[in-house]
C-alpha cells in the first residue's frame, strides 16, 4: 500500500499543521524497496516564560477583584482558595486598572506587551533547546486576553528573526483550553 501524500505548503515542505498527517517520519534508510521510515515522537525540546512586572499575591487580588467588579468572593472564596492560584501578573500597575482606558489604549497595550513579552519567552526557549530562529519552520501564537491585527505570531517574526515562509498558528479566545489546542496542533 502506498505512502499517504502529505499536504505541501508552498516551498515543498510537509505542513506541519496537517491534521492527517499522523505522527511525522523521517527517512532511516533507503533499500531496494525504498525508503523505509521510523515514525517521530513529537516533543518538547525546551520551555521559557517571560512574566509581566506586577506581581499580585491573592489577598492583592482579592481586594482589586471586589473593588473593579463588586465580587463576594466570601461567597465565592472556596472556589477562589481552591483554585491554587497564589499569584497573578499584570502588565500594567493595579491602580491603573482602577480608572477608564478607551479601546485603542487597551490595544496598544496589549500588543506591545504581548510581543515583548513573546519575544523574551520565545528567545529564551530556542536559546535553551539550543536551536537558531533560522532553524523554525512553524509558529503557533495562543492568547486570551487581547486581540491583535496584524496577529501576533506575525508580530514576532521580525523581532524573534524568523524565515518569512514560517507557517504560522494563531489561536485565540478559547480560554485555558487555548493553550492545550496549541501544543497538540505543534505536536
Not at 481552591?82 to 500597575?93: E, K, L, M, Q, Y
Amino acid at each position: 500500500m502506498a505512502e499517504p501524500v502529505p499536504l505541501r505548503n508552498r516551498i515543498d515542505r510537509p505542513n506541519p499543521f496537517d491534521p492527517t498527517r499522523g505522527f511525522r517520519r523521517m527517512p532511516l534508510s533507503t533499500g531496494a524497496r525504498g525508503p523505509r521510515y521510523r515514525a517521530m515522537q513529537p516533543r518538547l525540546s525546551a520551555i521559557a516564560t517571560a512574566s509581566p512586572a506586577y506581581v499580585l499575591d491573592r489577598a492583592q487580588a482579592e481586594e482589586l477583584g471586589r473593588r473593579l467588579f463588586g465580587l463576594d468572593l466570601d461567597r465565592l472564596g472556596s472556589i477562589h482558595a481552591n483554585a491554587g492560584i497564589d499569584r497573578r501578573a499584570s502588565c500594567v500597575p493595579p491602580d491603573w486598572l482602577t480608572r477608564p482606558h478607551g479601546w485603542a489604549e487597551r490595544s496598544r497595550l496589549f500588543v506591545d506587551n504581548a510581543v515583548t513579552l513573546g519575544t523574551r519567552a520565545a528567545a529564551a526557549c530556542l536559546d535553551s533547546a539550543g536551536l537558531r530562529p533560522v532553524e523554525v519552520d512553524a509558529i503557533v501564537a495562543v492568547s486570551t486576553t487581547g486581540v491583535a491585527t496584524p496577529s501576533l505570531d506575525a508580530l514576532l517574526m521580525a523581532p524573534l528573526g524568523l524565515r518569512t515562509d514560517v507557517i504560522r498558528l494563531p489561536v485565540f479566545g478559547l480560554g485555558c483550553a487555548g493553550g492545550v489546542l496549541g501544543l497538540a496542533r505543534a505536536a
